[in-house]
């Protein structure tokens, strides 16, 4: 059974580094039929995916365009967890994140963490 | 990027009741296609992937159909612990996108 537990600060500054951590069990970051993503839902712009890694014989990753300049997802293969940083956050960045699985095709989020609400205020 | 539309946004039905919730992609998805169920205060659960393949343990009552571009999730007898947001959700394209989502209520 595929657990994955998220940890990380509940709120951050504007301008400032959002970053959080996606624990994983049950599954290797390092999977080949795996990929690991960030997602987050907020009343105004609902459930957006943000991004994702993976590794097919190499590290890849994909962003959302909307946030392509500020984030970036890494894996950490010594702790088998992948991370979340998203640079110089607005309010407008105030949401639940969650991590989640995808797995083979058609590559349904799977397995998803308990989410975290991060708040973007001073 | 695909934007996928979800409709009704809400609905009420009475226990028993079929429920059927439409799910429209702006280009053709295949059958890369899956729903999920949303509680208050939960992540989302996955309830069908690839348009119509059931999760394991998910009740039966629970069905998916189509294809290209457009999809259904249908309930066939409404049960009360089904009241919940479902999203459908296309996997044919990066970026991944959600449709906005349909609130299910009970009567």
């Known amino acids: 059974q595929v657990q994955l537990q998220q940890s990380g600060p509940g709120l951050v500054k504007p301008s400032q580094t959002l970053s959080l951590t996606c624990g994983i069990s049950g599954d290797s970051v390092s999977s080949d039929s795996a990929a690991w993503n960030w997602i987050r839902q907020s009343p105004s712009r609902g459930l957006e995916w943000l991004g994702r890694t993976y590794y097919r014989s190499k590290w890849f990753d994909n962003y959302a365009v909307s946030v392509q300049s500020r984030i970036t997802i890494n894996p950490d293969t010594s702790k088998n967890q992948f991370s979340l940083q998203l640079n110089y956050v607005t309010p407008e960045d105030t949401a639940v994140y969650y991590c989640?699985?995808?797995?083979?095709?058609?590559?349904?989020?799977?397995?998803w963490g308990q989410g975290i609400l991060v708040i973007v205020s001073s | 990027d695909i934007q996928m539309t979800q409709s009704p946004s809400s609905l009420s039905a009475s226990v028993g009741d079929r429920v059927t919730i439409t799910c429209r992609a702006s280009?053709?998805?295949?059958?890369?296609l899956n729903w999920y169920q949303q509680k208050p205060g939960k992540a989302p659960k996955l309830l069908i992937s690839g348009a119509s393949s059931l999760q394991s343990g998910v009740p039966s009552r629970f069905s998916g159909s189509g294809s290209g571009t457009d999809f259904t999730l249908t309930i066939s007898s409404l049960q009360p612990e089904d009241s919940a947001v479902y999203y459908c959700?296309?996997?044919?394209?990066?970026?991944?996108?959600f449709g906005q989502g349909t609130k299910v209520e009970i009567k």
């Open positions: 959700q296309q996997s044919h394209n990066i970026p991944r996108t």
């Open positions: 989640a699985r995808s797995y083979g095709a058609p590559a349904p989020f799977d397995y």
């Open positions: 280009q053709s998805i295949r059958t890369y």
